[in-house]
Each structure stands twice: as structure tokens, then as C-alpha cells.
């Protein structure tokens, strides 16, 4: 989560120094150039943190697709020791009873 943060914060800070740099552009420019550098610059500063956003996503979707099936092997292993634990108590209340009479 922080490597996101932080890639999201440079690409602010990209976006700024683009948006920077076209506004100085202005100048010397006429406004619709410098109005499409400007909006060619947003559109590529969002299609980029678009494109991280979906890798970011499909990293956090495979970890938890990890972290299940952990899960899922973890409770099928208690499970197999719980029910063999049951068997022998079974067992054992069995033999005691045979043993009794």
C-alpha cells in the first residue's frame, strides 16, 4: 500500500512539473497550443496512474487469492486432525466400554 502511495505521489509530482512547464510554455505560445500541451499532459499523467492502478489491483487480487487458499489448506488440515481426534476418542470410549462390561 505504501509503494502505491508513493507512486501516486510522484505522479502528482510529474503531473505538476508537466503542467509547470506548459504553463511557461504559454508565454511564448498561442493558448490553444498550450491548452492541448496542458490537457495532452493530464490525460497522459492519468492514463498512467490508470495503468498502475490496475497492476496494483490485480497484485492485491492475487494475494488474496494466495492468502485463501492458505487458509483453506490451513482449515482442511485442522479439520483432518479434529476428526481424527474425534475417531480415537470414539475408540477409545468404545474399548473402555467393551472393557467394562
Given at each position: 500500500?505504501?509503494?502505491?502511495r508513493n507512486w501516486i505521489a510522484a505522479c502528482?509530482?510529474?503531473l505538476a512539473l508537466n503542467i509547470a512547464g506548459?504553463?511557461?510554455?504559454?508565454?511564448?505560445e498561442s493558448?490553444?497550443?498550450g491548452a492541448r500541451k496542458a490537457g495532452r499532459a493530464v490525460g497522459t499523467a492519468a492514463r498512467e496512474?490508470?495503468?498502475?492502478?490496475?497492476?496494483v489491483g490485480k497484485e492485491i487480487g492475487h494475494g488474496a487469492a494466495k492468502v485463501?487458499?492458505?487458509?483453506?489448506h490451513g482449515a482442511a488440515k485442522a479439520g483432518k486432525a479434529v476428526g481424527g481426534a474425534a475417531k480415537e476418542g470414539a475408540r477409545?470410549?468404545?474399548r473402555a466400554i467393551k472393557g467394562e462390561k
Open positions: 500500500m505504501l509503494r502505491k502528482a509530482a510529474a506548459v504553463s511557461s510554455a504559454l508565454a511564448d493558448l490553444a497550443d496512474v490508470w495503468q498502475e492502478g490496475k497492476k485463501g487458499k492458505e487458509i483453506g477409545e470410549l468404545k
